[in-house]
């Protein structure tokens, strides 16, 4: 009987073959580990960008001042008749503003060699504006004081927030060093001051003469109610065409042909709906330039292949027993589908739309092509169909229009634009995430 050697080894030591296995799967979790820190890094470092160079932008330079209302510059006939106040345009405002000023830099002991009106030359051209309509809104105030306070123009506001400097303006025709000390000497008796500036986030564009005036409020409005058309038109289109393709559709080669080039429409690039919402939504059926509802016709034809994606993914995920658990106890097609499926649908459904939303918001290349990109100024609607055709801008439209102005200033609030859009978009993906979570089946 021959001897027979154990050739076997062990299980606790590892051969050279499994030490080479382990080490590259050493290397590969590095290797993810690497590219997640790496992808974190550059995330934080956007948002540190972002947030560095638009937070300035929700802060404003102001000066209050306490102006008296001369009821012989404002009101002459004395009979508070509202039409022969507004005969006064803004220009015969600006002597109160100057007197104003004056009076403060008098109480506050300052000395200056600069002339009332070149003293007032350091608020905003809107400031103007503002007291004309506080009047024409509160005409029983003439005669009083009344304290305000108003916008500095941008090269003030940028010198308190670093961005103008005294070497800087050597060769700038819109403020001089004696401005410069008397914003020093009213900033130390405590009248001139950053503050919170809440118009920026409910105020309209403003022109290149005063940008320290402008703000996102106007825009925002028009991308809501952009958003409102993409709801009510790509939503309920968007499902009702997943629903047939995925439950009823007949599978040939007519439903092979949609469906491909359903997913390839999801890969066209943005602007090439825009130049199909000019042609067709304005050139053909003459809609309005710039109107909201132009905006949200192009992103709801480009936000459907989103959703129909997305709705049809919900919808092969329900298990097929479901459906014939389903038609096995009675029920009919169509009752399999919306009672059962659709229900247990939802979350994922949910979750396409609003994130198809999402990216249409932040859509800018279609909105150009069809003109929201101009200066409105406007209030609020005062009707929804006054808020579907009149012309407005969108929040990614006006964030280019500021980006491209010569002002730094303006791009000041481009990148405070971003931050606004981004909280919008952070906010619908949070939604999408709860309400997935919210509605969400095991099974």
């Known amino acids: 009987m021959t001897d027979v050697t154990n050739t076997h080894k062990s299980l606790l030591v590892q051969d050279a073959r499994t030490r080479k296995r382990n080490r590259a799967e050493a290397r590969f979790k590095m290797y993810g580990i690497a590219a997640i820190a790496v992808g974190l890094l550059m995330l934080a470092v956007l948002l540190v960008t972002i947030i560095g160079r638009g937070a300035g932008a929700f802060q404003q330079t102001f000066v209050t001042l306490p102006v008296e209302l001369t009821a012989e510059k404002l009101d002459k006939k004395g009979n508070r008749d509202l039409a022969d106040i507004k005969k006064l345009s803004t ?254 649908a939802a979350p994922g459904i949910l979750t396409g739309a609003i994130i198809g939303l999402a990216q249409a918001l932040g859509e800018t290349a279609p909105l150009l092509l069809i003109g929201m990109v101009g200066f409105i100024a406007s209030n609020a609607p005062d009707s929804i169909s006054s808020g579907l055709l009149d012309p407005n801008s969108a929040m990614p439209a006006q964030i280019y229009e500021w980006a491209k102005r010569a002002d730094p200033a303006f791009y000041e609030r481009a990148w405070g634009g971003i931050i606004i859009l981004l909280v919008f978009l952070i906010t619908m993906n949070a939604i999408a995430i709860m309400l997935r979570r919210r509605f969400e089946r095991r099974w």
């Open 91 to 344: 220009f015969g405002y600006a002597p109160l503003m100057n007197a104003a000023l004056e009076a403060k830099v008098t109480q506050a002991g300052i000395e200056t060699t600069l002339k009332p009106k070149s003293m007032a030359d350091i608020l905003s051209k809107d400031a103007a504006a503002q007291l004309r309509n506080f009047v024409l809104a509160n005409p029983e105030m003439i005669g009083e004081v009344v304290e305000f306070r108003f916008l500095t123009n941008s090269r003030v506001d940028g010198y308190l927030k670093g961005r103008v400097t005294r070497d800087s303006i050597a060769n700038d025709k819109n403020i001089n060093a004696e401005q410069l000390d008397l914003v020093d000497q009213l900033r130390t008796d405590g009248a001139l001051k950053k503050q919170f500036n809440l118009a920026f986030i409910t105020g309209a564009d403003a022109s290149d003469a005063r940008p320290e005036a402008a703000g996102m409020g106007v825009s925002m409005i028009g991308s809501l109610f952009m958003m409102l058309v993409v709801l009510v038109l790509a939503l309920p289109i968007g499902v009702a065409a997943s629903i047939y393709l995925e439950e009823f559709a007949p599978k040939n080669w007519i439903t092979d042909i949609i469906e491909v080039n359903i997913s390839n429409l999801a890969a066209v690039p943005s602007i090439v709906f825009g130049i199909l919402g000019l042609a067709v939504f304005i050139n053909y059926m003459h809609l309005p330039n710039s109107a909201p509802l132009v905006g949200g016709l192009v992103l709801t034809l480009m936000t459907l292949p989103t959703i129909i994606i997305s709705t049809r993914a919900s919808l092969k995920s329900v298990p097929p027993s479901i459906r014939d658990a389903a038609l096995g106890v009675g029920a009919s097609r169509m009752q399999s589908v919306f009672h059962h499926v659709l229900p247990l």
